[in-house]
C-alpha cells in the first residue's frame, strides 16, 4: 500500500533536523580536542619546544668547540713544524750532501763510537748482494747506509757513490779514526765498502757465505783504496773525496 505523500515529507524533513542537530553538537567536542586543555597542556607544549631548543644549541656548542679544538690543533701542529725547521737550521748535520762532511768537535768521538756500535750489532747477518734489511741481510753499501742512516745521515745506495761523500782521509792507517769508510776496488771504481772499527779492524758485509764480519785491514793490499771521514773535526784536512788515486 503507498505511503502516504505527506507522510514521506514528514519523515525527510525530520531525519534532517536530526543531521543538523548532530552536527551542531560535534563541532563543540572537535574544537575541544583540538586546542591545549588548560594551563598543563599549555605548559608541556612550551617545556618542549624549550626540550627542543636546548638540544640544538647544546648540539651547536658542541659542533663549535670540536672546530675550535680541531683549529687548535692544527695550529699547534704547524707551530711544531716551524719550530723544528728552525731547529734544524740552527743545528750543524753530520754530514750536508754528497761529497762534503760536517765539522763537530764535542759531539765527534761519540759519534764515531755510536757508528762501530750500530755496525757491531749486526755482525752474523747473511750477505745478501742489494739487501739492506737489520737482522736479515745486507751487501756492503746497504750495512754502510743502514748504520748511517740509523744515525740520520743519509747516503747515497751503491759502495761508488758512498766512497765520494764526505773527506778524503788516505791510506795511513795512522790517520784513520773509527767511523770512517774504508773504500776498496780496481782502477777508478769502488766496488766495496767497510766501516773502520779502530785497532787495524773494520766491519763490512763480506760475500755470500760469510755475511756481515770484522776482519783486519792490510793498506798495502792493492784493492784498498783509502778511508773517507763522514764525521769530521777541526783536524781534518778540508779536502773532499774526489776520485780515489
Not at 525530520?14 to 574544537?31: D, G
Not at 707551530?79 to 725547521?85: G, K, L, P, T, Y
Not at 768521538?109 to 755496525?119: G, N, P
Request: with cysteine; hydrophobic share 40%.
Amino acid at each position: 500500500m503507498p505511503i502516504p505523500i505527506r507522510l514521506a515529507r514528514a519523515a525527510r524533513r525530520l531525519t534532517l533536523l536530526f543531521s543538523v542537530i548532530a552536527i551542531v553538537m560535534a563541532a563543540p567536542q572537535r574544537a575541544a580536542a583540538e586546542k591545549p586543555r588548560g594551563k598543563k597542556a599549555v605548559a608541556t607544549s612550551v617545556r618542549g619546544k624549550s626540550k627542543a631548543t636546548a638540544r640544538r644549541s647544546s648540539a651547536s656548542r658542541t659542533r663549535s668547540l670540536k672546530a675550535r679544538r680541531s683549529s687548535s690543533r692544527l695550529g699547534s701542529a704547524a707551530a711544531r713544524r716551524a719550530r723544528s725547521r728552525r731547529a734544524g737550521r740552527n743545528q750543524a748535520p753530520i754530514i750536508p750532501d754528497v761529497a762534503q762532511a760536517s765539522f763537530l768537535s764535542d759531539s765527534a768521538d761519540v759519534l764515531r763510537d755510536s757508528i762501530v756500535s750500530v755496525a757491531r750489532q749486526q755482525i752474523g747477518t747473511p750477505y745478501i748482494w742489494g739487501a739492506e734489511t737489520p737482522g736479515q741481510a745486507f751487501d756492503c753499501s746497504g750495512l754502510v747506509k743502514y748504520v748511517m742512516s740509523w744515525l740520520s745521515v743519509k747516503l747515497p745506495r751503491t759502495a761508488n757513490e758512498q766512497a765520494y761523500t764526505g773527506i778524503r782521509v788516505g791510506r795511513n792507517l795512522d790517520r784513520m779514526k773509527p767511523g770512517d769508510l774504508l773504500t776498496f776496488g780496481t782502477r777508478r771504481r769502488i766496488t766495496h765498502i767497510a766501516i773502520y772499527a779502530g785497532n787495524g779492524k773494520y766491519v763490512h758485509a763480506s760475500r755470500p757465505g760469510v755475511g756481515v764480519v770484522e776482519s783486519l785491514l792490510d793498506t798495502s793490499a792493492k784493492r784498498f783504496r783509502g778511508a773517507v771521514r763522514l764525521v769530521a773535526d777541526a783536524d781534518t784536512s778540508t779536502s773532499l773525496s774526489g776520485l780515489i788515486p
